[in-house]
């Protein structure tokens, strides 16, 4: 297999037309650098540069080479050294982003706006989703992915903090916890819609209420944030759904804090290592980065 640092090697010594120049333009020895030629003379079969008084000039074979090698190595060069930057308005590309339909109907329009007025050949595909599995993520027919990162996340992916999050609870107008002073009791006494994607019943809410000893009813079960607090808007449901992720969704309803001692919880964004120097897919990290950091959880609620 021939060695192509003589690819090099031979651009050097047809621009210079001297052993002696090449040699120190390489910072290789004299002998080093007839060694190398004495290579290529063999490789190629020709004998490339020839004596001609007290200099070299190149033969037919190494006159209709020069271009070409040149070429080469400035294209070599040109792929090993690091890409600084990227022309946005030149990129056409499709992200796979893999979030929950609450992400995509709250942070989603601006996300766009911004991609649109910066990079228009970009498109993003949204898909559910449904696990936590970082499968998708590894075999990439997802390219970046966000939600709540658990000690079940694998330690191979990258992960960067988008927003901290509260859970808080939603109840139509009228609803009798939109009235009076909220407590654990109350709050525990009425009907409740419970959020599960993993087919569970009982979260942290229930272990904070059973601490206090209260129990809750939970009298229906759904798999998404936008279907309990469509519940909630239409019965006596008691929905309790992350702040900054339902904000669109509870317009003209009424939101409380809960009467209870939860702690906050981060949304991250998640991606694999191969796509971490990839500038264009750095580019769409930094937009939704910054698409979620305007917005501040508002406390306290009515």
């Not at 020069?66 to 056409?92: G, I």
């Not at 992200?95 to 995509?104: A, D, K, P, Q």
């Not at 209420?209 to 798999?223: F, H, K, M, N, Y």
């Not at 992350?242 to 409380?256: K, N």
Request: with cysteine; charged share 25%.
């Amino acid at each position: 297999m021939p060695d192509l640092n003589l690819l090099i090697t031979l651009d050097v010594l047809l621009s210079e037309g001297s052993v002696a120049r090449a040699a120190q333009r390489l910072r290789l020895s004299p002998s080093a650098m007839s060694r190398a030629l004495a290579r290529l003379r063999e490789t190629t079969g020709d004998p490339l540069l020839v004596r001609a008084g007290r200099g070299l000039v190149p033969t037919p074979r190494a006159m209709a080479l020069r271009e070409q090698v040149s070429r080469l190595v400035q294209e070599a060069h040109a792929v090993l050294r690091p890409t600084l930057s990227v022309d946005l308005a030149q990129v056409e590309r499709t992200f796979t982003l893999r979030t929950s339909e609450e992400f995509v109907e709250n942070f989603g329009p601006a996300l766009l706006a911004r991609i649109a007025q910066e990079a228009p050949g970009v498109r993003l595909r949204f898909v559910n989703k449904t696990d936590k599995a970082s499968t998708l993520l590894r075999e990439g027919s997802v390219d970046l992915d966000t939600g709540v990162v658990d000690a079940e996340a694998s330690p191979e992916l990258l992960t960067q903090a988008l927003f901290r999050d509260r859970l808080i609870g939603v109840v139509r107008c009228g609803h009798p916890l939109s009235q009076g002073e909220m407590t654990a009791e109350r709050y525990a006494q009425g009907q409740h819609v419970y959020v599960s994607r993993r087919g569970q019943d009982r979260g942290q809410i229930d272990a904070a209420l059973e601490a206090q000893g209260l129990t809750r009813q939970i009298g229906t079960l759904v798999a998404g944030f936008s279907t309990a607090i469509a519940l909630a808007r239409d019965t006596d449901l008691i929905a309790s759904v992350p702040e900054r992720y339902t904000a669109h969704q509870r317009e003209g309803l009424y939101s409380f804090a809960l009467p209870l001692v939860l702690p906050l919880f981060t949304v991250a964004m998640l991606w694999h290592p191969r796509l971490d120097a990839d500038l264009a897919h750095r580019w769409l990290r930094g937009c939704l980065r910054e698409v979620c950091t305007p917005q501040r959880v508002q406390s306290p609620l009515p």
